[in-house]
Nanobody, 119 residues
Framework: QVQLVESGGGSVQPGGALRLSCVAS????????MSWYRQAPGNARERVAGITHTGTTDYKDVVKGRFSISRDTAQNTVYLQMNSLKPEDTAIYYC?????????????WGQGTQVTVSS
């Protein structure tokens, strides 16, 4: 079972920056894609960024140009660099890895890290 541990959240003012980290318990990044999700109070969890096992990235429109996902396969770590933060970015951020194997879906989540953007 893959374990994911996020860190790097905190409180910042609008316009500030944070870098989130997600460390996996095993080397999976060269086999599976990783994603960052977030969930604000009263809202559904939404996917904000992803990186495939080949390194291709994609982003939710509202974070394009501000967020950047990257990975360090040697450290089993995926990052989310968040710049120009806005109050609406306030949420708990989760990393996720998922794949299909023999017709069964596997999906693992971290415990989440809180990001608060407020003046």
């Amino acid at each position: 079972q893959v374990q994911l541990v996020e860190s790097g959240g905190g409180s910042v003012q609008p316009g500030g920056a944070l870098r989130l980290s997600c460390v996996a318990s095993e080397n999976i990044f060269d086999r599976y894609g990783m994603s960052w999700y977030r969930q604000a109070p009263g809202n559904a969890r939404e996917r904000v960024a992803g990186i495939t096992h080949t390194g291709t990235t994609d982003y939710k429109d509202v974070v394009k140009g501000r967020f950047s996902i990257s990975r360090d396969t040697a450290q089993n770590t995926v990052y989310l660099q968040m710049n120009s933060l806005k109050p609406e970015d306030t949420a708990i951020y989760y990393c996720n890895v998922g794949w299909w194997e023999a017709g069964q879906r596997y999906s693992y989540w971290g415990q989440g890290t809180q990001v608060t953007v407020s003046s």
